[in-house]
């Protein structure tokens, strides 16, 4: 079938005028200090770092620059309030307070979307329709199981561990701060948190609403800071727990550093998932699996459906009816409601995508992008594809990050286990078929924390969410991520 | 001794309620709630077997949709009857007063209503992950077992206990997906009927909760006997009492639940194990292959 | 008007092979469809073109060559007060007032379309389908809505249904031909996609969601599915076939949406009346409403907007 034949125009006609969220509603401070013991108290050493919006390159705010000081005071905040009202309080109102804080989430939720699309560079209606109600979600979640745990660990019984120091990456603030703060609070723990260099602001809106919630004094810290603040957190001797998520690479270093210490930790680390397309899957809905799972969020995704592995006798349909999507994608002014691919979340970052699609080309590969328009300013990347390329190529075995995809062909289903294992990573994997059995058979044997069959990219606070191999250890999320905040004992 | 200007309060109509609707009773019968010096605190509806009658239907009807909305949305349903709850705290606390309790003991009983509307409130959206399980059979085939409500339960609720005693059988029922018909606290009905327009105002759809007013003796038999109601609940009475209840129920195998000798109070009054009771186990098995 | 060649060889394919579909995901895409936000400019020429597109229907058991009439009346004067409207794409009558409505409509350039083949139930003889078709066009309908034999198609005869499509074209000559599916009584989205394929090849120039005399009738995932394979075919055999959505879709924004899924899905070219209609009765007024509040600023009350 000639795929050039037979074309769908989807460029000219009628098109969508600008759908802009409006920023009168919210407040962004100049300035922002540190969240300690329930007080916004300035840096120690005075220094502060800017954050701006990608899309625009405008500078959004200064937030301070956290040093060994500063993070000190946090931990010793932490364990006062961890020895103080927090671990003498009865669980059932530790449980009372972070409803709290699910509840207000939901009531301020514009504010929030809006002030995560500024500050990130994703687009609104992602903020909107899911970071911001899955975070509040993740509260409510939590808030439950603080007087349940009991029924968690059958034939043990449970402690806190103490102070837990956690650092959150750029690619979903809000929602990666929930992760961390929820669990670590339903299990009586106190909680030292830095967000990440590039999105500081939605971390430290909910410091005030945490103060507006009334929170004991210490129980959540948060602190703003860049790599070395990370460092000096995962190394303090008072802290009992590390919680991170980020690149492997930072992973391993932590884990190396905790090696000899007492410290509990997870990591939630890198990933190259496959996404695999048998010929029996639902085919238009598969592509559009394809296209939730790398595209959306800019691809700024650790269980992005990176690899596409499919099945040979249907990789044309499957590509043709990819690109027609991509065209379909517009890519633009987060604010924008109607925006699919928002800003990529820094000069940094972009250029690391660029240097992979050069290696991508100069590998020999075929690159293939859509045609939309990308504003001037700011940072950008359109949709892409690379076909033509092999387990061997590194734009295959390495996490690009963005909204690149690498697409490879497979016969037999042996043959796409073998390509979708053979890789150090193990987040995520995606499998389409309309086989029951198949879908079982597939599931069992991919070695990655996150299977999804006929669906990708779909999170909840039940589901428990972490990788095998180097993507990290533990899990977030449901029964399974009381494990991280917990001491089990006879 | 009245003055001129005293204002004359308008005392409130208790009725029932029935697929979010609140009638009065089909029968038109009465009873007079008293208090302890013998004044009549208001007329209670006497419920009849019409009223359970219907109330089965909008509890029948209001299943497909209630057992298929979001564990996540049944949980906050719950947590906003408890918000309504301890904004209207006040009203409650006055009318168990009114029927005899003193006012710490009733202060305190609304507080551990609310809590406990938040304690299963945090329940919806994790029995399900305590009490299911992926079984290993031995043949390729995947196989795993989850809870699914029975269905409509009907129930009697607690003598002696107007507000906490009530709330504590309907949470976990309704948390768990099912629909209720319950049968309010003959000598102290006010806090239930109260509660009915709190769970009027929070969401909850018409015929998820139904409660009725009236005799015990003369409505047991048809909470007992319905052949489309799936369990019943049942709080207080002697050996001769249950065992007719279980002679009734047994015509259409309805689950059978006693919780005579529970203490409402503390945290005995609360835990997963009574969402289990109102729950079903379902298994399936798929293959495991090419 | 639309004539479109029959190709030189039409037969009954495999519809075992047809490509499975998955709800789920296709609630999903629509759930995006419906995110869009269509304003200002766009929002204004969405409407014009929703309202060019527009079968205004009648199709009750009490409708009078009046009541036809008065349809035809509103469809020539949308609403007088508002200039550069565009006019209806058709009225769509009950093939005993097609002459009433061809000649109320003079030789405007407005479609008459005429349901036939014992809408909207399907449960009659081949030969009294075919009379109706031709007496349908006779009277002066340029346009046939048929039904499809749902029984049989449900009980897998499928050689029956397509047969009968390909007789019901042949006896529409010139007139274009919708095929209706009745999706609604269909059941699987699996399902919906077959009866597509099996009426696109057997002749049909539009397929169409439904009569609108059963609930449910046209939803967006059903027409999402029927673009997908009108997209899948067009890619085949290099035909474009035209959609209609009918019944359910009331409200104006509604009907954006559905344009933000026929844009997104088979492009530019299905975007005129041409490829695409909305059947349905109150919509235009309620497009009306929307263009006058786009217009002045202020929510308008139906009582300005004459109800035919």
Same mark, same amino acid.
């Given at each position: 079938m000639d795929s050039q034949s037979n074309k769908l125009a989807f460029n000219d006609g009628w098109q969508y005028a600008p759908a802009p969220e409006s920023t009168d509603h919210i407040q962004i401070d100049d300035k922002y200090d540190l969240f300690i013991g329930g007080e916004f108290v300035?840096?120690?050493?005075?220094?502060?770092?800017?954050?701006?919006?990608?899309?625009?390159?405008?500078?959004?705010?200064?937030?301070?620059?956290?040093?060994?000081? =500063?993070?000190?005071?946090?931990?010793?905040?932490?364990?006062?309030?961890?020895?103080?009202?927090? &671990?003498?309080?009865?669980? &059932?109102?530790?449980?009372?307070?972070?409803?709290?804080?699910?509840?207000?989430?939901?009531?301020?939720?514009?504010?929030?979307?809006?002030?995560?699309?500024? !500050?990130?560079?994703?687009?609104?209606?992602?903020?909107?329709?899911?970071?911001?109600?899955?975070?509040?979600?993740?509260?409510?979640?939590?808030?439950?199981?603080?007087?349940?745990?009991?029924?968690?660990?059958?034939?043990?019984?449970?402690?806190?561990?103490?102070?837990a120091a956690q650092i959150i990456p750029w690619n979903f603030p809000l929602l990666m701060a929930a992760w961390k703060i929820a669990p670590a609070l339903a299990c009586g723990n106190t909680v030292v948190l830095k967000p990440a260099e590039t999105t500081p602001l939605t971390a430290m809106k909910l410091a005030e609403l945490i103060q507006d919630v009334g929170l004991p004094p210490g129980v959540v810290n948060i602190v703003t800071g860049a790599g070395e603040t990370g460092a000096t957190m995962v190394n303090h001797l008072d802290v009992d727990k590390i919680a991170f998520t980020g690149s492997t690479s930072v992973g391993r270093i932590i884990q190396k550093s905790l090696a000899g210490t007492k410290k509990k930790y997870t990591l939630e680390l890198g990933g190259k998932a496959a996404n695999i397309i048998f010929e029996d899957a639902a085919i238009d809905q598969a592509v559009e699996g394809i296209v939730n /799972?790398?595209?959306?969020?800019?691809?700024?995704?650790?269980?992005?459906?990176?690899?596409?592995?499919?099945?040979?006798?249907?990789? =044309?349909?499957?590509?043709?009816?990819?690109?027609?999507?991509?065209?379909?994608?517009?890519?633009?002014d987060p604010l924008d409601k109607n925006t699919d691919i928002g800003a990529i979340n820094s000069a940094e970052q972009l250029d690391t995508i660029h240097s992979y699609l050069k290696i991508g080309q !100069?590998?020999?590969?075929?690159?293939?992008? &859509?045609?939309?328009?990308?504003?001037?300013?700011?940072?950008?990347?359109?949709?892409?594809?690379?076909?033509?390329?092999?387990? &061997?190529?590194?734009?295959?075995?390495?996490?690009?990050?963005?909204?690149?995809?690498?697409?490879?062909?497979?016969?037999?289903?042996?043959? /796409?286990?073998?390509?979708?294992?053979?890789?150090?990573?193990?987040?995520?994997? /995606?499998?389409?078929?309309?086989? /029951?059995?198949?879908?079982?058979?597939?599931?069992?044997?991919?070695?990655?924390g996150v299977i999804w069959a006929n669906t990708f990219n779909k999170f909840d606070p039940t589901s428990p969410f972490g990788g095998y191999k180097e993507s990290g250890v533990g899990r977030e999320g449901g029964l399974h991520g009381l494990d991280a905040y917990v001491r089990v004992e006879a | 001794m009245s003055n001129a200007a005293a204002r004359v309060p308008v005392e409130k109509t208790y009725k029932i309620y029935i697929g979010g609707k609140f009638p009065r009773t089909e029968s038109g019968r009465f009873f007079a709630l008293q208090d302890h010096k013998g004044a009549v605190i208001a007329n209670i509806c006497r419920g009849s077997r019409k009223?359970? #009658?219907?109330?089965?239907?909008?509890?029948?009807?209001?299943?497909?949709?209630?057992?298929?909305?979001?564990?996540?949305?049944?949980?906050?349903?719950?947590? #906003?009857?408890?918000?309504?709850?301890?904004?209207r705290h006040d009203q409650f606390v006055t009318e168990l007063v009114l029927q005899g309790v003193s006012k710490r003991k009733a202060k305190n009983e609304v507080n551990a209503t609310v809590d406990r509307l938040i304690y299963y409130a945090g329940w919806a959206d994790k029995y399900q992950q305590v009490f299911s399980s992926v079984n290993p059979v031995a043949s390729s085939h995947f196989n795993f077992s989850v809870l699914e409500p029975t269905g409509v339960v009907s129930m009697l609720a607690p003598e002696e206990s107007g507000l906490l005693g009530l709330v504590s059988n309907i949470a976990p029922a309704i948390v768990g997906g099912n629909t209720c018909v319950v049968l309010a606290s003959e000598s102290m009905p006010l806090c239930a009927i109260s509660f009915a327009e709190v769970l009027h105002a929070s969401d909850v759809p018409g015929g998820v909760?139904?409660?009725?007013?009236?005799?015990?003796?003369?409505?047991?038999?048809?909470?007992?006997?319905?052949?489309?109601?799936? @369990?019943?609940?049942?709080?207080?009475?002697?050996?001769?009492?249950?065992?007719?209840?279980?002679?009734? @129920?047994?015509e259409n195998m309805k689950r059978v639940i006693s919780r005579v000798d529970a203490e409402w109070v503390g945290d005995n009054g609360q835990s997963p194990y009574f969402i289990r009771d109102t729950q079903e186990t379902k298994t399936t098995w798929h293959p495991i292959g090419g | 008007m639309s004539v479109s060649v029959l190709p030189t060889t039409t037969r009954l394919l495999d519809l075992s092979g047809v490509v499975p579909v998955d709800e789920v995901g296709v609630n999903e895409r629509v759930a995006r469809f419906q995110s869009r936000s269509i304003k200002k400019e766009s929002k204004i020429e969405a409407l014009k073109l929703v309202l060019s597109m527009i079968d205004l229907t009648t199709l009750e058991g009490q409708d009078t060559p009046g009541k036809v009439r008065q349809l035809c009346?509103?469809?020539?004067?949308?609403?007088?007060?508002?200039?550069?409207?565009?006019?209806?794409?058709?009225?769509?009558?009950?093939?005993?007032?097609?002459?009433?409505? *061809?000649?109320?409509?003079?030789?405007?350039?407005?479609?008459?379309?005429?349901?036939?083949?014992?809408?909207?139930?399907?449960?009659?003889?081949?030969?009294?389908?075919?009379?109706?078709?031709?007496?349908?066009?006779?009277?002066?309908?340029?346009?046939?809505?048929?039904?499809?034999? *749902?029984?049989?198609?449900?009980?897998?005869?499928?050689?029956?249904?397509?047969?009968?499509?390909?007789?019901v074209k042949e006896a529409c000559g010139d007139a274009h031909l919708k095929v209706i599916l009745e999706t609604g009584e269909l059941g699987t989205l699996d399902r919906?996609?077959?009866?597509?394929?099996?009426?696109?090849?057997?002749?049909?120039?539009?397929?169409?969601?439904?009569?609108?005399?059963?609930?449910?009738?046209?939803?967006?995932?059903?027409?999402?599915?029927?673009?997908?394979?009108? *997209?899948?075919?067009?890619?085949?055999?290099?035909?474009?076939?035209?959609?209609?959505?009918?019944?359910?879709?009331?409200?104006?924004?509604?009907?954006?949406?559905?344009?933000?899924?026929?844009r997104e899905t088979l492009g530019n070219a299905w975007m005129t009346p041409e490829w695409f209609r909305f059947g349905a009765s109150s919509l235009a007024n309620d497009v009306l409403m929307q263009l006058q509040k786009q217009a002045t600023g202020v929510y308008q009350s139906p009582d300005y907007f004459s109800k035919d």
């Open positions: 300035a840096p120690e050493e005075g220094r502060y770092f800017e954050t701006i919006n990608p899309a625009t390159e405008a500078t959004l705010s200064s937030v301070a620059m956290a040093g060994d000081a =500063d993070i000190d005071r946090a931990v010793k905040a932490a364990r006062k309030a961890y020895n103080g009202p927090w &671990s003498k309080m009865k669980a &059932s109102e530790r449980g009372k307070y972070i409803f709290r804080i699910a509840r207000m989430l939901q009531e301020r939720a514009r504010e929030f979307a809006t002030i995560e699309s500024l !500050d990130g560079g994703k687009p609104i209606r992602e903020s909107r329709d899911i970071d911001i109600p899955l975070a509040a979600a993740h509260f409510f979640y939590y808030a439950g199981w603080a007087d349940k745990l009991a029924y968690a660990f059958p034939g043990r019984n449970t402690r806190s561990l103490g102070v /799972g790398i595209f959306f969020n800019q691809g700024h995704v650790c269980c992005a459906g990176s690899r596409l592995l499919v099945q040979e006798s249907v990789a =044309d349909e499957v590509i043709q009816k990819l690109r027609d999507r991509m065209e379909t994608l517009i890519v633009g !100069d590998e020999g590969a075929e690159m293939y992008q &859509s045609s939309c328009e990308i504003p001037a300013s700011g940072y950008w990347c359109r949709p892409t594809i690379f076909t033509g390329v092999s387990q &061997s190529n590194r734009i295959v075995q390495e996490e690009i990050f963005g909204p690149v995809l690498a697409i490879q062909t497979f016969r037999t289903l042996e043959e /796409g286990l073998t390509k979708a294992n053979n890789t150090p990573y193990g987040l995520s994997g /995606g499998v389409w078929t309309d086989k /029951g059995a198949k879908i079982f058979k597939v599931t069992q044997a991919i070695r990655a | 009223d359970f #009658r219907n109330a089965v239907v909008a509890a029948r009807g209001a299943v497909s949709g209630w057992s298929g909305a979001t564990a996540y949305l049944r949980g906050q349903i719950l947590y #906003r009857i408890a918000e309504l709850l301890e904004g909760v139904n409660i009725l007013t009236g005799f015990r003796e003369e409505l047991t038999t048809h909470f007992a006997s319905h052949m489309d109601v799936n @369990a019943i609940v049942y709080c207080d009475g002697d050996v001769d009492v249950a065992t007719s209840v279980q002679i009734e @129920a047994a | 009346q509103k469809a020539i004067h949308l609403h007088d007060s508002m200039p550069d409207l565009p006019h209806v794409a058709a009225v769509c009558v009950y093939p005993t007032m097609v002459g009433i409505a *061809r000649k109320a409509l003079g030789d405007r350039d407005i479609n008459v379309a005429s349901v036939a083949t014992a809408f909207p139930s399907g449960m009659s003889s081949r030969e009294v389908k075919l009379q109706e078709t031709h007496t349908a066009v006779a009277e002066g309908a340029n346009e046939i809505d048929m039904v499809i034999s *749902r029984g049989a198609f449900l009980q897998g005869d499928y050689s029956f249904v397509f047969d009968e499509i390909a007789a919906v996609r077959r009866a597509s394929v099996l009426a696109m090849h057997a002749g049909a120039d539009f397929i169409k969601t439904s009569t609108g005399k059963i609930q449910p009738a046209a939803t967006m995932p059903v027409t999402f599915v029927m673009l997908k394979a009108i *997209r899948d075919f067009y890619r085949e055999t290099g035909r474009m076939i035209g959609m209609k959505p009918a019944g359910g879709i009331s409200g104006a924004k509604l009907a954006i949406h559905y344009l933000v899924m026929l």
